[in-house]
T-cell receptor, first 109, second 111 residues
Framework: RKEVEQDPGPFNVPEGATVAFNCTYS??????FFWYRQDCRKEPKLLMS???SGNEDGRFTAQLNRASQYISLLIRDSKLSDSATYLC??????????FGAGTTVTVRA | NAGVTQTPKFQVLKTGQSMTLQCAQD?????MYWYRQDPGMGLRLIYY???????DKGEVPNGYNVSRLNKREFSLRLESAAPSQTSVYFC??????????FGSGTRLTVV
């Protein structure tokens, strides 16, 4: 079983729509959680950390459900520039990160 | 503001050839990493260096060696390339948990 699993998508949404997706993790002892964004043929970049109480960063909202071992990302008012692959990342509070394979989001005009 | 610099960006090798991927960071980070990314799979950790002078195996170390030359530089060596090592390789550095800065990647094809 993979440590981090994501629905690969793609999620095809019109501009202005809301899109949400989850990832599940297998290690219940995981302590820290993040979402990274990766544009086509580019390097991943940190989008946001995920806190236990949930957190927002502009149009992006991240949630953590420890009981069910999943994290979610919601994007409101989607922009064309949000088209990317979103990588779910977990760690057991050390510097080594475990990455999911990513969820692809395509926003169409 | 170079961040993490990887060279080369592209490389084609014949089976059995060797090569070294170079990585340098200018952010004074202690920790550095090498990952590979294959279609349908997440980034997988090959080797990492928690601090200058130390290196440790990650999830997929077989066929690779690393050198932490100094605090800035962390190189990855393929001694005898195999087609299974065709991949995109990313170097990263960090000073905080989760806060990785990645290089732009090396696209390696082994024929």
């Amino acid at each position: 079983r993979k440590e981090v699993e994501q629905d690969p998508g793609p999620f095809n949404v019109p501009e202005g729509a809301t899109v949400a997706f989850n990832c599940t993790y297998s290690n219940s002892a995981s302590q820290s959680f993040f979402w990274y964004r990766q544009d086509c043929r580019k390097e991943p970049k940190l989008l946001m950390s995920v806190y236990s109480s949930g957190n927002e960063d502009g149009r992006f909202t991240a949630q953590l459900n420890r009981a069910s071992q999943y994290i979610s990302l919601l994007i409101r008012d989607s922009k064309l520039s949000d088209s990317a692959t979103y990588l779910c990342v977990v760690t057991f509070n050390d510097y080594k990160l475990s990455f999911g394979a990513g969820t692809t989001v395509t926003v169409r005009a | 503001n170079a961040g993490v610099t990887q060279t080369p960006k592209f490389q084609v090798l014949k089976t059995g050839q060797s090569m070294t991927l170079q990585c340098a960071q200018d952010m004074n980070h202690n920790s550095m990493y090498w990952y590979r990314q294959d279609p349908g799979m997440g980034l997988r950790l090959i080797y990492y260096s928690a601090s200058e002078g130390t290196t440790d195996k990650g999830e997929v170390p077989n066929g690779y060696n690393v050198s932490r030359l100094n605090k800035r530089e962390f190189s990855l060596r393929l001694e005898s390339a195999a087609p299974s090592q065709t991949s995109v390789y990313f170097c990263a550095s960090s000073e905080s948990i989760g806060g990785y800065t990645f290089g732009s990647g090396t696209r390696l094809t082994v024929v």
